[in-house]
C-alpha cells in the first residue's frame, strides 16, 4: 500500500498542440511538471521569430503517485498516460534530471526514434566503474547523442565550441564513457 503513495514521473500523452495548456492546468493544480522545450526559427509575416515549442510533442512528464493517476487523467487536453506492457511507464528521477542538464547545456537539439528496449536506464552505482544500462552518451564529429532507449529517442545536440576544446583536450586512450558524462551533464 506504501507503492501507491510514492511519486514518480509519467509521461501524460496530450491532445495535439495542447502542451501549453497542460502546463498551465498542472500549474493551477500545483501537480509537478516538466516539459521540455527547443527553440525554433519561424517567420511570420516576413519577420523571424523564436518560439518555444516541445521537444516531446504530445507529451508532458509529470511527476504524482500512482493514486493521483486519475486526477491527471480527469484534465480535458490529457489523453492518458503513455503505458507498455498495460503499465503507465516509470521514469527514474535521475533520468529527469540528466534530461535537463544535457538540455541546459545544448541549445541546438534534435530527436531521432531508435527501437524501444525496456532495461533500466541508469546504473546500480553512480561510479566510474559500473556500466550504465541505458542512457549513454557519445561525442562524435561534432554532436553529442543521449541515448535514451526506455522511450524509444536519441537526443543530438551540436557541440558549443567551448565543450569542443574541453574534450579535446581529453587524450582518447585515457578517455572513458564516465568521463564524459561528467562533462556534458
Known sequence: MEMFNIPNWYIAYTKPLQEKKVI???SQKK????????????QYYGREKTIDVPLFTSCVFVHVAPAEHTRIKKIW????????????????????EMLRNFLNLHTDVMLEKIPV??????????SPSSKEKGIMQEVMNG????????????????????LKTTINTIQPDKYQQSSLTKLAI
Open 24 to 26: 498551465a492546468r498542472f
Open 77 to 96: 487536453e490529457v489523453i492518458n498516460l503513455v503505458h507498455w506492457l498495460d503499465k503507465p511507464v516509470a521514469i527514474e528521477n535521475a533520468e529527469i
Open 117 to 126: 528496449s525496456n532495461t533500466r536506464m541508469m546504473p546500480e552505482k553512480h
Open 143 to 162: 554532436f553529442i547523442k543521449l541515448q535514451w532507449p526506455s522511450l524509444g529517442y536519441v537526443l543530438r545536440a551540436t557541440l558549443n565550441q567551448e
Open 31 to 42: 501537480i509537478e511538471h516538466y516539459c521540455p522545450m527547443k527553440k525554433v526559427r519561424t
